[in-house]
C-alpha cells in the first residue's frame, strides 16, 4: 500500500501506571478489528489500484466527508455527520463502532483523523478524543491520486 504508519505518544502510559478507570485507557473506545486514524494525502505517484485493492478490506467511518475519497474503495464506509455536527457525530459514533466492527470481511477500521480538533473547546473535542482512542493512537496516511490535500 505505501501507507505510512506511527503510533502517537499522546496517551502512551508506563507499565507502572494504573487507569483508574476503564474510560481512561487508550483503547476504551477501539473496535475488535485493527483501527487507526487515517487522513488521505494527495500524492500524484500513488498506486490507487493497490490502495484500492487494501480499502476492499477496510471499513471507513467519516466525519464531515474527510475521507470521501475512500468511500468507492472501502468495503464499508458510514460519515458520522456530513455536516460537521459534533452533536449528530458523538451520537452514532458508539453505535458506528459496534456497526463496522460488524461488516463481514472486514480487515481494519480508518477513522477520520480529528487530532487538530482534540485541543478545541466543546463537544467536538469530546468526540476528536473518543475518535482517537478507538484508534489506540494508531496513525495512517492513504497517498491517493488527483485528491486536494
Sequence with gaps: L????????????DDDDAACAPG???THYAPRLPAALATVASDAAADDAKSDAYLGACVVVDFHGRLAALEK?????RDLSKTGDAAEAA???FETLRWAEAVPDAKNVFLADLSEERASAGLVA???DRIFR???????EIPRRGVLG
Design 2 to 13: 505505501g501507507a505510512k504508519v506511527a503510533v502517537a505518544d499522546a496517551y502512551k502510559k
Design 73 to 77: 474503495p472501502a468495503l464499508a464506509y
Design 24 to 26: 481512561q485507557l487508550l
Design 91 to 93: 451520537a452514532a459514533l
Design 134 to 140: 478507538a484508534a489506540s493512537g494508531n496513525l495512517i
Design 126 to 128: 469530546g468526540v476528536a
